[in-house]
């Protein structure tokens, strides 16, 4: 690739340098973006095999697997559960999902016929269940001493 600078035409190769975090699928969701990256890196690799990709990895931080049937180390504490930071002597209960309470949105979405200014609407508003998402019910519980 040529480029001209205040040393006239030159031959510049570009150059990249990023980290491949983590290109293989976790067991949660992909919150912080590695798997993302990691195509990026990839697409960047094979677009410019001259660039630069280094890890942080070394045997200081290695973990082992989990040995609970789910590939991959997750760096969050919490893995994919709720992380709360508890006072002494306190636990979290996970008691699951809850449904949201589909009369209740339909309500918010009933058919109006005209607005407040009296114009006439087409239709009523567009409303799935799939858009509307449950809850996760949990209790903090005092631990017995």
Same mark, same amino acid.
């Given at each position: 690739?040529?480029?001209?600078? +205040?040393?006239?035409?030159?031959?510049?190769? +570009?150059?990249?340098? #990023?980290?491949?975090?983590?290109?293989?699928?976790?067991?949660?969701?992909?919150? #912080?973006?590695?798997?993302?990256?990691?195509?990026? #890196?990839?697409?960047?690799?094979?677009?410019? +095999?001259? =660039?630069?990709?280094?890890?942080?990895?070394?045997?200081?931080?290695?973990?082992?697997?989990?040995?609970?049937?789910?590939?991959?180390?997750?760096?969050? &504490?919490?893995?994919?559960?709720? =992380?709360?930071?508890?006072?002494?002597?306190?636990? *979290? *209960?996970?008691?699951?999902? *809850?449904? &949201?309470?589909?009369?209740?949105?339909?309500?918010?979405?009933?058919?109006?016929?005209?607005? +407040?200014?009296?114009?006439?609407?087409?239709?009523?508003?567009?409303?799935?269940?799939?858009?509307?998402? &449950?809850?996760?019910?949990?209790?903090?519980?005092?631990?017995?001493?």
């Amino acid at each position: 690739m040529q480029h001209a600078g +205040p040393l006239g035409k030159t031959d510049v190769t +570009p150059r990249a340098m #990023d980290v491949l975090n983590d290109d293989t699928l976790d067991d949660t969701v992909d919150a #912080d973006g590695k798997n993302r990256d990691a195509t990026r #890196d990839e697409a960047l690799i094979t677009r410019h +095999p001259d =660039a630069f990709v280094g890890v942080n990895a070394s045997l200081v931080n290695a973990r082992y697997e989990q040995g609970d049937g789910l590939g991959g180390f997750d760096s969050r &504490p919490a893995r994919n559960g709720l =992380a709360l930071a508890l006072e002494e002597g306190f636990s *979290v *209960v996970d008691k699951g999902m *809850v449904a &949201p309470d589909v009369e209740e949105v339909e309500r918010q979405y009933e058919f109006v016929e005209r607005d +407040p200014r009296g114009y006439s609407l087409r239709g009523r508003r567009h409303f799935a269940i799939n858009h509307v998402r &449950p809850s996760r019910l949990i209790e903090i519980q005092r631990r017995e001493k």
